[in-house]
T-cell receptor, first 118, second 115 residues
Framework: GAVVSQHPSWVICKSGTSVKIECRSLDFQATTMFWYRQFPKQSLMLMATSNEGSKATYEQGVEKDKFLINHASLTLSTLTVTSAHPEDSSFYIC??????????????FGNGTRLTVT | SQKIEQNSEALNIQEGKTATLTCNYTNYSPAYLQWYRQDPGRGPVFLLLIRENEKEKRKERLKVTFDTTLKQSLFHITASQPADSATYLCALDGQLNTGFQKLVFGTGTRLLVSP
């Protein structure tokens, strides 16, 4: 159980275009989803916390107008990278939790999306 | 400043030996610590969680220790196998963010188990 599906697994886009990444919880309802970014040989950096039906909470330094997050249902959250630039090239990973997360619940991660902006 | 440090150099060991990975943290007071495995191009997979009042936790060939005085966790894989080769991440709870946990990750240590 606790499968999180992320799509696409990789995408190449031109500078200035927008890219949408989907994160789905396949066998459970996720009230909370988290979006991370990971640069090569670096740790996962939390970008935002997404709660179903409400606005996402962004971490300091993450531009909310550039990284649009929509958590429209209990099984789907999307991250849209708007007007992408080469510096946005990274590995984006989502994770989901079953319930309003207790302080020690493990995270269930998707397999990530490799974004390359040319 | 707050830091979570894992050895950035890869750990190379022979099959059958015990691998020991270290996670040190500074300026955190975590209630728990988690370990994840990450394969190249994939998302992390949860392995073990240990709470601050637990000294040791085991799961099959895995063992985790948590020393809140030293601010350190050790992750052991006994009887290691080539299939254990991956990057291992430690993560702990940073400050609560709007009531939800905020996991903060280390950079991970890559383990290579040779046959």
């Amino acid at each position: 159980g606790a499968v999180v599906s992320q799509h696409p697994s990789w995408v190449i886009c031109k500078s200035g275009t927008s890219v949408k990444i989907e994160c789905r919880s396949l066998d459970f309802q996720a009230t909370t989803m988290f979006w991370y970014r990971q640069f090569p040989k670096q740790s996962l950096m939390l970008m935002a916390t997404s709660n179903e039906g409400s606005k996402a909470t962004y971490e300091q330094g993450v531009e909310k107008d550039k990284f649009l997050i929509n958590h429209a249902s209990l099984t789907l959250s999307t991250l849209t990278v708007t007007s992408a630039h080469p510096e946005d090239s990274s590995f984006y990973i989502c994770s989901a939790t079953r319930i309003r997360q207790e302080n020690n619940s493990p995270l269930h991660f998707g397999n990530g999306t490799r974004l390359t902006v040319t | 400043s707050q830091k979570i440090e894992q050895n950035s150099e890869a750990l190379n060991i022979q099959e059958g030996k015990t691998a020991t990975l270290t996670c040190n943290y500074t300026n955190y007071s975590p209630a728990y610590l988690q370990w994840y495995r990450q394969d190249p191009g994939r998302g992390p997979v949860f392995l073990l969680l240990i709470r601050e009042n637990e000294k040791e936790k085991r799961k099959e060939r895995l063992k985790v220790t948590f020393d809140t005085t030293l601010k350190q966790s050790l992750f052991h894989i006994t009887a290691s196998q080539p299939a254990d080769s991956a990057t291992y991440l430690c993560a702990l709870d940073g400050q609560l963010n709007t009531g939800f946990q905020k996991l903060v990750f280390g950079t991970g240590t890559r383990l290579l188990v040779s046959p």
